[in-house]
């Protein structure tokens, strides 16, 4: 088959999508297929060729100016009748089978040039882009409850924490919010399928989005090249390292870090606490290592190979997110790598981490600290969940078999075309 994929993100320089979408890349091209690349790259000055480990990534070039809304407009209805011709000529030119959006910029237009285009249109679902106007389904960063709709009244609900004092200025926008968002689903309900990455967006698809009730949608996760990752595990780490717990992520309200020093608190962890990410929490999150009562590094993004170095020597990963994750890259691989895990039991989260077999779940802070004081305590146990993790990372997120399943799909979907 020949497959265009268009993608909001590729590597080096992304986070857990563009990876995913490398691996599905990478796998379909190990399987013999033909992968085209497409790419937008918001406020760049012009369309480039970017090569990565033998892709050759075509690179849009699009305004996207930084003022809030405006933004929003010039990455959404703007680029998506920008890349929409594009995506068509590609197609023909390519002599393209089926083509596959990635993520939020790319699949709208995906589905309109390439129905245009009489082929079979796939688009993954990595978040909650098509049901929440901010992707995370969070209304308020201080409430635990999530957002139940995205109606003009929880709008307004949720413009206020962003807006600040400037909330009122921002009311103006939600009729353009409900709107666009609409356009989102009605454009996502004419792909041929749509690829939901756990039963929780799959769910939430289902009970949120009206307009998807017609369109079929399979629950297939992202993939991840354990072989790779078990190389990394056997290999002897650079210096015998004490023990040390760590959080891998965007230091933001929606990934709960303003639980996980309440948690390591609550544990009464002894190990130092090692932060690998950067966020608009940053500052708030360094105030409060420094009164925590084990030492805390704040490493900052790190690449690839030194994040994944650090984490495979961590004793256990703390994983505390507030907002409902759809897949989370960081625990598939902490899984694979062997690293013991503490999670919150939030949105597709469940589908890797099962509770006591291989990881620990918790629904409170308290609970949190609790998991983590646990895993700390008990070496044995420790050693059974990682095992466990191992064994169901390659079972179920293995790129070659996540990859067969998408295959089976576009061969599905290429045969309904015909008949």
Partial sequence: MRILITTDSFPPGCGGSGWSTYELARGLRDRGHTVVLMQPRPGEPRDTLHAYDGFQVRRLAFAAPDLPFVRNYFKHERLTRLLEPRIRRVVREERIDIAHGQHVLTCPATVAAARAERVPVVCTVRDYWPICYWSDLIHDPRAEALCPACSSAM?????????GAAWPLALPMIPYMGATLRRK???????SAVVAVSTAIARDLAQRAPELR???IE???NPVDVAALAEIR???PDRAADPYAIYVGKLAPNKG?????AAIERAQLRWPLVVVGDGPDRAALERLGAAARVPVSF???????????????ASLLVFPSHGP???SRVLLEASALGVPIAAMDTGGTSDIVEHDVTGLLARSTDELGDAVAKLAGDPALRARLAAAARSKVAATFDTPRVVGRLEDLYRSLLAERRA
């Fill in 155 to 163: 709008m307004t609900r949720c413009v206020r924490p962003r807006a």
């Fill in 185 to 191: 689903r009605r454009r996502l309900s004419d792909a």
């Fill in 214 to 216: 017609r369109t079929r």
């Fill in 219 to 221: 629950i297939i996760p």
């Fill in 234 to 236: 056997a290999e002897p």
């Fill in 257 to 261: 870090v303003a639980k996980l020093f």
């Fill in 299 to 313: 490493t900052g993004w790190l690449d690839r190979d030194d994040a994944l170095a650090k984490l495979r020597a």
């Fill in 325 to 327: 994750e759809s897949l």
